[in-house]
């Protein structure tokens, strides 16, 4: 959810830019401004785009990496969920040309270097926030980002932002052009003949099982990306198996000197770098993932290739070089040793140089090129194929999907159709978490709705206010029919369960282009049968329009609180607790995302000690979920404080608590701390671990399993209300929460 927060809020601050563009960047050594100001041509902006509330930019001359100062952006603890410094400047001189953002960064937390660049008409070009290789180093070190100006970009945008509480410092920056973009023209869309898709669903599936499994120094250090995109173009006219065979030989020699590929039929020998006559002074080097690595060594997920004893490496419990993974690619069959021999200069054999990729042979990484689709659903399949955890609960034909997708990327027209052929690829995972991000700026109806008693009923009406009313329904958005636009979201939509879907598809339903006007067909709840038509503009708004609840802490009535834990922070929870130690009944709203809000308060709620839910991280050694264990760890421990509140308690919650919510109200469901009122939540908790695709597709997913505290599943599951309530469209036209009138209740009995 982080992960989507982040990539719209930093749309929305690179579109408040665009009216302040520079003609360039500026004060990159931050030797320009004012001590304790922000550095002079620089902006701190908030998600919202505004001020950055809770973060504090300024020019400090404290250790700074080059020159007098280095600028500092520093949380208080109050803020929103991170804090961003950035320029925004004219790409025209930029156009065409492959850039280099490079700055000196250190950080007390995580910070993350970002670009964007704005096309014309408001579609985003490149975009990398370095969200899969986050920035923890406490001391200086350089980090960078590299990518491709649009022909028709129209603004570029870079900063720095830090994630959360702590600090950053940022310094010696540099922003420069490299050269022209690569020669090699963009693909235009055309559907793959069957000999052809035969082609990419080999290649893919050889791709994957290289990349991840086959430890050679030369695929280590390879640029896969670029690989990928020139391997889908030539693999594709390959006229039958033997052609097939060779050309998957020639890309894949260079990097996989021991692969073997050959048409069905044809007689495999082993190497001879596998089975050397002496042994002395060799080791083995195989992969290890836990989870998969796209973040770094120090992160949750990582893979590394470790090294054993020849004696150890048994093809069992480690794999054996002697013993390659053989795989049908469909009329090829390929042999990937999953271990090879190492000694003090490296993988055997040892092959001079890297494998290169020509200059004039790189394509832009656009989604507009047909082979960058094609690449990014050969990418993106792979890692899902190999290292989710949750296909024994998904029970997707994932093999299938892989022809069907890779089809469907070489059909679509441009980018922005092709973000939504991703978006059905990962929506098969039936993952809460997962999603792809990328798109023009979006602007929302102001108004909140909800799907009630069969109907898009409005919940809260924003500016609307006077044109619609609470309880009346949406039959038809621009002459189309509700429930066809809402089923058509859902498509999009990834979703462990059927309340997440429905409300991650809701919120969709209600996005559209800034200024533009929706035309909807309304039917009043006070005079049923009355239809009228409303036009509403979508607005850029700082903050979506929430149904009516109380103030984030609020006495109800004597003696009975209320608790948003959407809204409160840990200073919140603190000041109120004198109040709360005296209280008789305490509501927690968990309908919504505790994003300021440590679970520390329910160390308040328990006189026992209480641990989180059970984490599993996938360890993977060998291809396609083959022998995937899994290591636990990670769990909060939470140890009972005082004051312990003696109230009796109700946690209100439904589909849209996910994640950490989740993480909460297991808690609150394994050690039965109070009533549980409302409805399922979303099933779906774990850390993400989101990658980057080649054309800026920003994909989230969970990277571990989670399963509750008796070692039962949660995925798809959810945490289930002792006291369920259904919504329904009498309350809503009257202003009655039935959810929080029910916790209150409960408190009561």
Not at 519 to 536: A, I
Not at 602 to 615: I, N, V
Request: glycine letters at 10%; proline letters at 6%; hydrophobic letters at 40%.
């Amino acid at each position: 959810m982080l992960r989507k927060l982040l990539n719209h809020a930093l749309a929305v601050a690179a579109l408040t830019g665009a009216l302040l563009a520079q003609s360039g960047p500026t004060n990159l050594d931050f030797e320009a401004g004012e001590l304790g100001g922000v550095p002079q041509g620089w902006k701190a902006t908030s998600p919202s785009g505004g001020t950055n509330p809770g973060y504090t930019a300024r020019l400090t001359s404290e250790n700074a990496r080059q020159g007098k100062y280095c600028a500092e952006l520093a949380s208080d603890g109050q803020g929103s969920a991170f804090g961003n410094l950035m320029q925004s400047f004219d790409a025209t001189a930029y156009r065409g040309k492959r850039v280099r953002f490079r700055a000196a960064v250190r950080a007390q937390g995580q910070a993350q270097l970002w670009v964007r660049v704005d096309r014309k008409g408001g579609e985003m070009g490149f975009f990398d926030n370095m969200g899969d290789r986050p920035i923890r180093e406490q001391e200086w070190k350089y980090y960078e980002i590299t990518g491709d100006v649009e022909p028709d970009a129209e603004l570029i945008n870079f900063g720095v932002i830090l994630v959360g509480s702590g600090k950053l410092w940022i310094d010696d920056a540099s922003f420069q052009a490299l050269g022209d973009t690569p020669r090699l023209p963009p693909e235009p869309a055309r559907p793959l003949t069957a000999r052809g898709l035969q082609n990419e669903v080999a290649f893919a599936r050889l791709y994957g099982l290289v990349r991840y499994f086959h430890p050679s120094d030369q695929a280590a250090r390879v640029d896969w990306n670029t690989f990928v995109v020139r391997g889908v173009r030539e693999v594709e006219a390959a006229k039958d198996d033997a052609a097939l065979a060779k050309t998957l030989m020639t890309l894949f020699a260079p990097v996989a000197p021991t692969l073997r590929v050959l048409p069905a039929g044809e007689e495999y020998f082993l190497p001879a770098e596998l089975q050397p006559e002496k042994n002395s002074g060799l080791k083995v080097i195989y992969w290890r993932h836990h989870g998969v690595g796209m973040n770094g060594p120090k992160h949750t997920y990582h893979s590394e290739r470790e090294q054993e004893s020849i004696a150890k490496a048994d093809g069992k419990s480690i794999p054996s070089p002697g013993s390659p993974w053989e795989a049908d690619l469909g009329g090829v069959k390929a042999w990937a040793p999953m271990a090879l021999f190492v000694d003090a200069q490296g993988t055997v054999p040892h092959v001079a140089g890297d494998a290169e990729t020509k200059k004039d042979d790189t394509p832009l990484l656009s989604g507009d090129d047909r082979a960058v689709r094609l690449a990014d659903v050969a990418i993106a399949w792979n890692i899902f194929e190999h290292f989710y955890p949750y296909f024994d609960v998904a029970r997707t034909d994932w093999s299938a999907a892989l022809p069907r997708y890779l089809q469907a990327a070489a059909s679509d027209k441009d980018a922005i159709a092709f973000k939504d052929t991703l978006s059905r690829l990962v929506a098969e995972l039936h993952d809460g978490h997962a999603g792809v991000y990328k798109g023009r700026f979006t602007a929302s109806l102001p108004l909140a709705w909800d799907w009630v008693e069969g109907r898009l009923v409005i919940t809260a009406a924003g500016t609307a206010d006077g044109q619609l009313a609470r309880g009346d329904s949406v039959s038809k958005i621009n002459g189309r029919p509700v429930a066809e636009l809402l089923a058509a979201k859902e498509e999009l939509t990834s979703g462990a369960t059927p309340q997440w879907v429905r409300w991650s598809a809701l919120q969709q339903l209600a996005l559209g282009e800034k200024e533009q006007t929706a035309k909807l067909t309304v039917e009043s709840f006070s005079h049923p049968g009355e239809v009228r038509e409303v036009s509403l503009k979508y607005q850029s708004l700082d903050d979506p329009v929430q149904e009516a609840r109380p103030a984030k802490i609020a006495e109800l009535e004597k003696g009975i609180f209320y608790i948003d834990i959407g809204r409160i922070t840990d200073a919140d929870f603190d000041a109120a607790l004198p109040q709360l130690e005296k209280a008789r009944g305490i509501v927690f709203d968990f309908r919504g995302y505790p994003r300021q809000l440590g679970p520390a308060f329910l160390t308040h709620l328990s006189d026992h000690a209480m641990t989180s839910a059970q984490w599993h991280i996938p360890v993977v050694l060998w291809p396609d979920r083959r022998g995937m264990t899994f290591e636990r760890g990670g769990e909060w421990d939470l140890t009972p404080a005082q004051p312990l509140l003696q109230a009796k308690k109700a946690f209100v919650t439904d589909g849209r608590a996910i994640s950490y919510a989740e993480s909460c109200m297991g808690i609150v469901e394994a050690y039965k701390l109070g009533a549980i009122v409302g409805g399922p939540t979303a099933g779906t908790n774990g850390n993400v671990n989101p990658f980057t695709l080649p054309g800026g597709y920003q994909v989230a997913w969970t990277g571990m399993k989670v399963l509750k505290h008796d070692g039962s599943r949660h995925h798809g599951v959810g945490i289930i209300p002792t006291i369920p309530v259904t919504r329904t469209r009498a309350a809503i036209a009257a202003g009655h929460d039935e959810f929080l009138d029910r916790a209150i209740a409960a408190v009561k009995e």
